[in-house]
DNA sequence: TTAGAGTCAATATC
DNA sequence: GATATTGACTCTAA
């Protein structure tokens, strides 16, 4: 552009030329001159410019072309290196013939020689497990040495949906069950149980073990694992699970990849969905940031390269996790598992491999990766692209940030027996949740903190959620894992030295936030039940919804009357509940929401400190209840005055303190306990029960 | 299908 | 306005 503007000028000058040719006088010429003096003048600084952008230029692309071939080299290189295990394995099923014919001639011998097995046939077994024994030396456990794994992950090559496998699934399949020999031998009930373990450790759930594993149901997969059958009551068709399960657990590629599926499909750490203007992926980075805070008292200068900025940048949940349990532990000074010396780059080095892509092996790994490629992550945002999972897995090596003191340590301690770090290191962690939640609720109230602030800003909970979790907090081992998250985040909020200044930050953009949002008229109440075709409403965030139910308010009668059932019956049948549903005049569904509730309450206050559980005992039985459950005073009954209410509450403030289980009411229930403490059924203000669902 | 855990949102209470 | 309570929901396991 520049270059013809210039061009435009000399042209006008020139025809200035032919203008004044006529009568050219040395002004002019001297003019003229000047001009093109200037003109090149400008002209050699453009060329020079550009000479230097074109040098700029091309020394990136030098870069980035270098870059990428060492990329290339290294991506040739790890395909080579898989090329060779698979050229030094292709004599497999050679081997398994072999094997077979030893095994046969090892039976043999035994008939002739019971008391003296060949010593070479003995070897093949690999450890002490009678079911993993049983196999061929490929099926193995993994012994946690590279050999072993690479010679399982390459073996496994059988993928319910892979056609290209020299050894499917199905083709092994088939050998085992035509096997008569493995027939006799095969410990289903120790195969389900070992399974059962692995997905307990690692906190993988049926639903995604039996989907990406077995191609099963989560009913079905409880029912196997619960209820396995004598392999010898099996089809060919039961035994495929058992099989497959025997394929999972060998190879612990496998095992890792399913848990970080499982982790990824979870969102650990992320489960909510924040408001548009505040993604969960910076909710994680704050958490980082506020973890780094802690570890890192100065940043090395390194952490700028771009590899670690790509990094930065595609921070997952899995880092996220990680930093939370390594900070925490490190809090907790808890004891970290045996020190392992399987080096980091051996993992990257096995995590790697979940990425690779141009890994032309048809292997179990890939197979699920890839189905979760299809399924799962096609749809979702951009944030949770498709390599996420294996990318989560290189970001524990590749962030410099992460390298720093501790964490490092903290990974190299990893211990190999546990891929996830996540699942295991949670084990391994404990927390006292009632000192937490004080210290939550001490600074809370000495800075001013609201619990929306801080359930918003920290936890991703709302108010009322946090209301509960400080109020009755549940032990640390009585807490699901996703129910530890909140106290592990609580646990780092306390370490942050920065923690009040940033939610007081956080505090001032909220009441900025809502006033505009008060003045634009889209965050009063008035405004959030919007028509939409009269029947919906937009909410705040200017998401349209179907109408919601409006909220049923028992009333204290009914909640009597509910009670007094469930001192009987906390178990309710559907009969049962059908019938106190008639006779209070609600639905069913409201019955059975309340037992679950009830039930749920009455443990959880059983679970806190002595001073949060005053239970006493109820007017309709002898069972203790807490007094938290019935709120009597909430809504006075007809001729019921609030002292009347507060009265019955005084009453029944016998305090009895302890922990009572629920168990201990179920042991109390005899014969149908319906009494019909009060038939009347008060149609509460404000609820409308005729919406509920049939 | 049922039950438990965790959570939300409406509402009550302070 | 902040906090507590509670009916209802989702997800997971059995």
Redesign the pocket.
């Known amino acids: 552009m520049e270059i013809q503007s210039n061009q435009e000028r000399i042209h006008k000058h020139m025809d200035l030329c032919v203008f004044t040719a006529a009568s050219p006088t040395s002004a002019d010429l001297e003019t003229m001159v000047a001009m093109r003096d200037r003109d090149i003048h400008r002209l050699e600084q453009e060329v020079r410019r550009l000479q230097r952008l074109l040098q700029e230029v091309q020394e990136r692309t030098a870069n980035h072309v270098a870059l990428l071939q060492q990329q290339l080299a290294n991506k040739s290189q790890h395909i080579e290196r898989l090329q060779a295990k698979l050229q030094s394995q292709q004599d497999y099923e050679k081997i398994k013939t072999e094997l077979r014919t030893l095994r046969a001639l090892m039976q043999t011998t035994d008939v002739i020689s019971v008391f003296s097995p060949p010593s070479d046939v003995r070897s093949v077994s690999v450890d002490n497990d009678p079911v993993i024994q049983k196999e061929t030396p490929e099926f193995h456990h993994s012994t946690g040495k590279e050999e072993a794994l690479n010679e399982s992950s390459s073996v496994i090559s059988g993928s319910p949906a892979s056609s290209s496998s020299s050894l499917s699934v199905q083709s092994f399949i088939k050998e085992e069950t035509d096997s008569g020999e493995d027939e006799q031998e095969f410990d289903t009930a120790r195969l389900a149980q070992q399974v ?1 373990e692995a ?1 307990q450790q690692l906190n ?4 995604v073990f039996g989907h990406y594993v077995l191609g099963l149901s ?2 079905t997969v ?1 029912d196997i ?2 209820r396995p059958k004598p392999w010898s009551k099996l089809t060919s068709r039961g035994r495929e699970p058992f099989l497959r399960m025997k394929h999972f657990l060998s190879d612990e590629h496998s095992i890792r990849t399913l848990s970080a599926i499982q982790e990824r ?2 969102g650990v750490f992320v ?2 969905v924040g408001p548009p203007d505040r993604s969960s992926d910076d909710v994680i980075r704050n958490i980082l940031d506020q973890s780094r805070l802690e570890m890192l008292d100065d940043d090395d200068d390194d952490d700028d390269d771009e590899g670690s900025r790509c990094q930065r940048g595609g921070d997952t949940s899995d880092d996220v996790i990680r930093n939370i349990l390594q900070q925490a532990k490190h809090e907790t000074q808890t004891q970290t598992p045996a020190m392992n010396d399987a080096p980091v780059r051996q993992e990257e080095e096995d995590y790697g491999t979940l990425e690779s892509g141009v890994q032309s092996l048809a292997d179990f790994v890939q197979n699920i990766i890839q189905k979760v490629k299809s399924e799962i992550y096609e749809d979702t945002e951009p944030s949770v692209s498709p390599s996420s999972v294996s990318r989560s897995f290189q970001t524990l090596a590749a962030d410099p940030d992460q390298r720093a003191q501790g964490f490092k340590m903290e990974t190299r301690q990893r211990p190999r027996s546990c891929p996830i770090s996540s699942s295991c290191e949670l084990q391994s962690l404990h927390l006292d949740t009632f000192s937490i939640t004080q210290r939550v609720k001490e600074t ?2 000495a800075n001013n903190i ?3 602030v801080f359930g918003e800003e920290v936890l ?6 946090v ?6 907090p ?1 032990p640390w081992t ?3 894992l ?2 530890k ?2 106290f592990i985040r609580m646990h780092l909020w306390l370490q942050d030295p920065q923690n009040i200044q940033k939610l007081n930050a956080m505090k001032k953009m909220d009441h900025r936030a809502r006033l505009k949002r008060a003045l634009m008229g889209s965050d009063c109440a008035s405004q ?1 039940w919007l028509d939409v075709g009269g029947q919906g409403f937009c909410d705040r965030w200017g998401r349209c919804e179907a109408m ?7 009333s204290a009668q009914e ?1 009597d009357a509910l009670i007094a059932v469930y001192q009987t019956e906390p ?1 309710p049948s ?1 009969h049962t509940i059908e019938r106190l549903a008639a006779q209070l005049g609600l ?1 069913t ?2 019955v059975s ?2 037992f ?6 009455i ?1 959880r206050d059983g679970f806190s400190e002595p001073v949060q559980t005053r239970t006493f005992q109820n007017s309709t039985g002898s069972s203790p209840v807490s007094s ?2 019935v ?1 009597v ?3 006075p009954s007809d001729g019921e005055t609030e002292e009347d209410a507060d009265l019955q509450r005084e009453e029944h403030s016998h305090v009895s303190v302890g922990v009572q289980s ?1 168990s201990r009411v179920k042991r109390e229930k005899d014969e149908d306990p319906w009494t019909s403490p009060d038939q009347q059924c008060r149609k509460t203000s ?1 609820t409308s029960r005729d919406l ?1 669902p049939a």
Not at 204 to 207: K, L, V
Not at 460 to 465: N, V
Not at 467 to 472: A, D, I, K, N, Y
Not at 548 to 554: E, F, G, H, Q, T
């Open positions: 059962k997905l993988i759930g049926q639903r989560q009913g409880s694992l619960a499909l979870r489960p909510w809370l109230t609201g619990q929306r991703g909970l709302t108010q009322s959620s209301s509960e979790l400080l109020s009755h549940k009585k807490l699901s996703k129910g998250e909140n959030r919601k139910r409006p909220r049923v308010i028992l909640r178990y559907q639905h569904s409201t929401n309340w679950y509730n009830y039930r749920s309450r443990r938290s459950l709120r005073k909430q809504e629920v404000g509920l």
